[in-house]
């Protein structure tokens, strides 16, 4: 099994329609992160939380909500979806001062 | 915010070919990291840098960290079919929570 599982893997949404991206990791790591990654922009960060009660804001959190519903499982809401959020997304842990650990990614369109 | 520029975007070489990838920042990093993404994957580390003119060497890829640890280059000699693929270069911050990724250097090896 993978160490970071993210369902869907794709996911064709309409316009205003909620949709949930979900994360779970078997690392046993406290930080847990979203990123969005966009062609010729690298990976850039949604949300990010330390610990079950750690939320934080990244660099684009507009439009975004996050759960951290456990220590191994991390969800971002998009709540009325737009197309220019169509985009792979990607969940990862990190221990301290460690590499991060990567899920294969949700491809999301939204038309 | 710290920012990470990588150069060039794209690059498309014949196998047996010499390349070498940028990282580069104003910003100091206590660490830099490089991973490569293939396509439907999420990024997996090749290598890990601490120290400012530290050198990697993985088979054919060289790692170099700036001596002011605010750049980085990937230099891959011979370069094969199989090194196709993304290459992203992260800036590590002091307290081992946060990684800053770059744009990503998209590179393809024709045989």
């Known amino acids: 099994d993978a160490d970071v599982t993210q369902t869907p893997r794709n996911r064709i949404t309409k316009t205003g329609k909620r949709i949930m991206l979900e994360c779970s990791q078997t690392k046993g790591h406290d930080r847990m992160y979203w990123y969005r990654q966009d062609p010729g922009l690298g990976l850039r960060l949604i949300y990010y939380?330390?610990?079950?009660?750690?939320?934080n804001k990244g660099e684009i959190s507009d439009g975004y909500s996050v759960s951290r519903q456990a220590q191994a499982k991390f969800s971002l809401s998009l709540e009325s979806a737009i197309p220019n959020q169509t985009a792979l997304y990607f969940c990862?842990?990190?221990?301290?001062?460690?590499?991060?650990?990567f899920g294969q990614g949700t491809r999301l369109t939204v038309v | 915010t710290q920012l990470l520029e990588q150069s060039p975007q794209f690059l498309s070489i014949q196998e047996g070919e010499n390349l070498t990838v940028y990282c580069n920042s104003s910003s100091v990093f206590s660490s830099l990291q490089w991973y490569r993404q293939e396509p439907g994957e999420g990024p997996v580390l090749l290598v890990t840098?601490?120290?400012?003119?530290e050198v990697k060497k993985l088979k054919r890829l060289t790692f170099q960290f700036g001596d002011a640890r605010k750049d980085s280059s990937l230099h891959i000699t011979a370069a094969q079919p199989g090194d196709t693929g993304l290459y992203l270069c992260a800036g590590g911050d002091n307290a081992g929570n946060m990684l800053t990724f770059g744009g990503g250097t998209r590179l393809m090896v024709k045989p």
């Open positions: 939380s330390f610990d079950v009660k750690d939320i």
């Open positions: 990862a842990t990190k221990g301290w001062n460690t590499e991060a650990f």
């Open positions: 840098v601490v120290t400012g003119g």
